[in-house]
């Protein structure tokens, strides 16, 4: 049964949005991210201090949509409020390794004993500390962040030894408000 549908995501002090042919735009205390949010029936507008996403005579794909596109902006509001942090830790049992952030790039130098550095373009916006074993990624865009920390958990993946002995590599630890 089609019926109006309507969401609202509220806005908190300090965080501004702005809608621009279909790309949502956030800006707060903690940076700026933006998303491309398109979908032909459904309407998104800021009304008030609220972001309004609505759609009128809705099918269920329009209903899932609908909350989709809320959840993406309150990970945009979040992002922008507090930014998203993923964790990785570094596991070196057979050979000391050592990791450093350079001209953009994330370099992974003696992994297994191997002569040639591993190393990961790091995307514009996207800041990677690193401190003794434990690397940070942070960013106010959450796919920013988490694709950053997949592919460094990708730039140590084994594939020719058992991976019950040799258990090296860098592993998140922590994801953007969950705890593994």
Do not use: W
Not at 79 to 91: P, Q, R, S
């Amino acid at each position: 049964m089609k019926k109006d549908i309507k969401e609202e995501v509220k806005i908190p002090a300090g965080v501004e949005i702005k809608i621009e042919s279909r790309i949502v735009k956030a800006k707060g205390p903690k940076g700026e991210a933006s998303k491309v949010l398109y979908a032909p029936k459904i309407n998104i507008e800021v009304k008030d201090n609220n972001v309004v996403v609505s759609a009128k005579n809705a099918t269920k794909r329009e209903k899932r949509m609908i909350g989709s596109f809320a959840s993406h902006i309150e990970n945009l509001i979040q992002g922008v409020t507090k930014l998203h942090v993923y964790k990785l830790k570094i596991c070196a049992t057979h050979f000391p390794m050592s990791a450093s952030v350079s001209k953009g790039e994330f370099v992974l130098q003696n992994f297994l004993g191997e002569k040639i550095p591993r190393a990961v373009k790091l995307r514009q916006g996207v800041n990677v500390k690193i401190e003794g074993a434990e690397i940070t990624v942070e960013s106010a865009d959450k796919e920013l962040a988490g694709q950053t920390a997949a592919s460094i958990e990708q730039l140590c993946r084994i594939t020719d030894r058992d991976r019950r002995v040799f258990q090296d590599g860098v592993y998140i630890t922590a994801k953007s408000e969950k705890e593994r």
